[in-house]
Nanobody, 129 residues
Framework: QVQLVESGGGLAQIGGSLRLSCAASSEQSSSTKEMAWFRQAPGKEREFVAATNWSGDRTNYSNSVKGRFTLSRDNANNTMYLQMNSLQLEDTAVYYC?????????????????????WGQGTQVTVSS
């Protein structure tokens, strides 16, 4: 059983920053070897943001957030983070944390939601002008 709980969402202005957290609890640490952030805006499909492996030496970002967002994880505290800088209106979405035991396949640098078995409930990020 894996539980993922996101926090840190809220309201930010264009150009501002937010830091999301995903706290993981599981009976087996291997269940969260691979972790990722996805987001979903109203009326749109869930889209890939960033993903990493257990050691953090492999991290992938979508082109839309590359250079602005930074994913990191603290395995000692079972927590993953997403530092979001230079926020833009199009970053407004519900952000979801995801985890899986196995490495996802990446297509053009993007992982798909179906590759992850475990999901959090999401946290809302709203960017305003």
């Amino acid at each position: 059983q894996v539980q993922l709980v996101e926090s840190g969402g809220g309201l930010a202005q264009i150009g501002g920053s937010l830091r999301l957290s995903c706290a993981a609890s599981s009976e087996q640490s291997s269940s969260t070897k691979e972790m990722a952030w996805f987001r979903q805006a109203p009326g749109k499909e869930r889209e890939f943001v960033a993903a990493t492996n257990w050691s953090g030496d492999r991290t992938n970002y979508s082109n839309s957030v590359k250079g602005r967002f930074t994913l990191s994880r603290d395995n000692a505290n079972n927590t993953m983070y997403l530092q979001m800088n230079s926020l833009q209106l199009e970053d407004t979405a519900v952000y979801y944390c995801a985890a899986d035991q196995f490495r996802p396949r990446f297509f053009n640098g993007i992982a798909y939601p179906g590759a992850y078995d475990y999901w959090g409930q999401g946290t809302q990020v709203t960017v305003s002008s």
